[in-house]
């Protein structure tokens, strides 16, 4: 890969970022162009933005890593991301824009009249977001190190240092802009390499993908090792290495014996044409047949009930999402953010027709990944390594721009209402509190980042998911729809909903991975938290039904009556 | 989006001869009576009422449609030898499912839902302009 062009590549996304937010900021005047941009934004600027701030490193990275390692069945993480949206649709989209909150926490307050419920889900909020910044900033790390050798810290700096200063310097309304430019530019920088990558695939004979072999090493390859690995080698295989292998300098042809071998970072391991791949340790070895096919490998225990946990997650957490419901209020109207609604799922629904063929080539031209274990930068190496030359390299960089977009854009959103929260609730609502709240809001997940061990981007941004879908999905879902919901239920559900999804997410960050069903639950809890969280605020409120809000009827009203002139 | 329809308000008989009952004179709330008139107000929260109702079902019948279309497949993809092994168009059916078709499928769920949501309010509007 060409560390020139694609660094140039990166630095003309950034400014490009930069440059529209700083557009931006001339427009900016008051508080509510920076918190909301005056709710004037049209459907189709809208709709970009929301799908822009929508497609993470999740989406770009992460999926197409997921599908190359376990195969078809990942596929269901961008399906759900979708049919989140669809959901939204149906039971909050419009209802919760003619509530007329700003944040979840302004909607807890407004439908409950409790400060207190409004500063437990502030709380909920920021831990989403931080639990959502996470992944963004670490796939940054990754990107900037895997595209040009930097070190980890760097990319992630880069990006929280844009993000906060944008921020900073535009608010909302140039995040709006920023954000509708990079769904677009995302979408060509995943589509156009994707086709140009499967016309390759085409004329290099189109090699199966699903033929009943384990993956091997089409030509002769050198793999950088760049941060240590454990290898599981099935037979024999004659390799030259310069670095550690096993604890011992190596420098020359060493052959790997049947079995365990300890890689040190720094390492490069030259294998011949043909080789069968080793696999780090814990990526599953299947053949392209049984990768193909649904459950088919070894996805560790109880994969049915993991896919319904994710279902539940992704189908339910997208509506509690912080960075997601802040951008529907920026619709002018009930029925704007119904017809914005639909356009994102136009939009993200064309976008992930792609990252799976990325997952899918990447078993036949860059197997060393397998070996690496580094998945996750699979769509950022995929060009050079299938096209080659020079038009491999600038595929590359346009692949490497659209993955910067993307946490870009993503962190932009989560900073924006985390500082939106911050600003309400703890500071006074000044552009001066919002401000010190997107300081606050970019570093602390910063820290963070250096402190917590790497783990595949699209698992930590499902771990949130979870939380949102075990907190806020029951919020909004009974807020807007039953009556009866009570301030005393709300705060039950959402303490009993998010905690236990917080519990099992921070031991599965923390490397807690106990065999069988509680090791299944800790990875995906949805399926048992969100149900738990809804019958904890259904009950609560049936016992404290004395202390239903008096102007009920007003704030149900006021959220389901559509505006009376018709568009 | 097709032109101005005129839609027919369908009601329960009950609910339609109470609205015509407790129909308002024609001044509205412009032509400077307060809304004082308990009358008024409890058939505001009553048409609402069956809106809500109305988009709710709507909302909980196409939600029950995909979930079932959904939330199946995981259980189908699980069970059936046959359809985790089918092929189509030369790609495999359960990438060409969750890879391809299922993201069409759902927007066109989503175009369908805000169309009938539409109506809904637009019956909304009409009975409430009826009643003023």
Known sequence: MNAGLTSAAIVVVVVATCTIGLWGMRLSRTTSDFLVASRTVSTAWNASAIGGEYLSAASFLGIAGLVMTYGVDMLWYPVGFVAGYLVLLLLVAAPLRRSGAYTLADFAETRLGSRSTRRLAGLLVVAIAWLYLLPQLQGAGLTLRTVTGAPRWAGAVIVAGVVIGNVLAGGMRSITFVQAFQYWLKMFAVGVPALVLLAVWHHDGSTSLTSAAFPTFRTATTVHIQSAVRLDVTAPQPVVVHGVVDNRR?????????????????????????????????????????????????????????????????????????????????????????????????????????????????????????????????????????????????????????????????????????????????????????????????????????????????????????????????????????????????????????????????????????????????????????????????????????????????????????????? | MTGPVRRTVVAHPQTMASLRRRGRPATGRKGGTPPTETGQDELDVLLLRILVRAQLSLALRLAAVFGCLLGGLPLLLASSHWVRHA??????????????????????????????????????????????
């Open chain 1, 250 to 567: 190596r420098d020359g042809e060493v052959l790997l014996t049947a079995g365990e071998h300890d890689v040190d970072k720094g390492a490069t391991l030259d294998f011949p044409a043909g080789a069968a791949v080793p696999h780090a340790d814990g990526v599953p070895r299947t053949t392209g047949e049984v990768w193909a096919t649904p459950f088919g490998g070894d996805q560790g225990s109880h994969p049915l009930f993991r896919i319904y946990s994710l279902i539940f997650a992704t189908f339910l957490g997208t509506m509690g999402l912080p960075h997601v419901l802040v951008r529907f209020y920026t619709n002018p109207d009930g029925r704007a953010a119904r017809r914005t609604t639909v356009v994102v799922i136009g939009l993200l629904g064309a976008f992930y027709l792609f990252p799976a063929v990325f997952g899918a080539l990447g078993r036949l031209y860059t197997p060393q990944l397998l070996l690496t274990g580094q998945t996750d930068a699979v769509v950022l190496l995929l060009p050079g390594a299938a096209i080659g030359g020079v038009a491999g390299e600038v595929v590359g960089a346009v692949v490497a721009a659209g993955a910067f977009a993307a946490f870009l854009s993503t962190s932009s959103g989560l900073v924006v209402s985390v500082a939106g929260v911050v600003a309400q609730d703890l500071l006074g609502g000044t552009v001066r509190s919002f401000r010190q709240g997107a300081l606050l809001a970019g570093a602390v997940p910063l820290a963070l980042t250096f402190a917590v061990p790497q783990l595949p981007v699209s698992e930590v941004v499902a771990m949130a998911f979870a939380v949102a879908a075990s907190s806020f999905c029951p919020l909004l879902l009974l807020g807007i729809w039953w009556r009866g919901l009570t301030a005393p239920g709300a705060m039950a559900g959402l303490l009993v909903g998010g905690g236990t999804a917080v519990i099992a997410v921070s031991l599965r960050i923390a490397g807690y991975a106990p065999p069988g069903w509680p090791s299944a639950l800790l990875a995906q809890p949805a399926a048992v938290t969100v149900p738990l969280a809804f019958a904890t605020m259904v009950t609560v409120s049936l016992l404290s039904e004395h202390r239903a809000p008096a102007d009920v009827t007003s704030v149900m009203m006021r959220m389901h009556a559509p505006e009376l002139r018709a568009g």
């Open chain 2, 87 to 132: 092929k189509v168009l030369g790609m495999s059916l359960p990438w060409f499912l969750l890879g391809v078709v299922i993201y069409p499928l759902m927007l066109a769920g989503g175009l369908l839902y805000v169309r009938l949501a539409e109506r809904n309010e637009q019956d909304y509007r009409d009975l409430v302009e009826g009643t003023r």
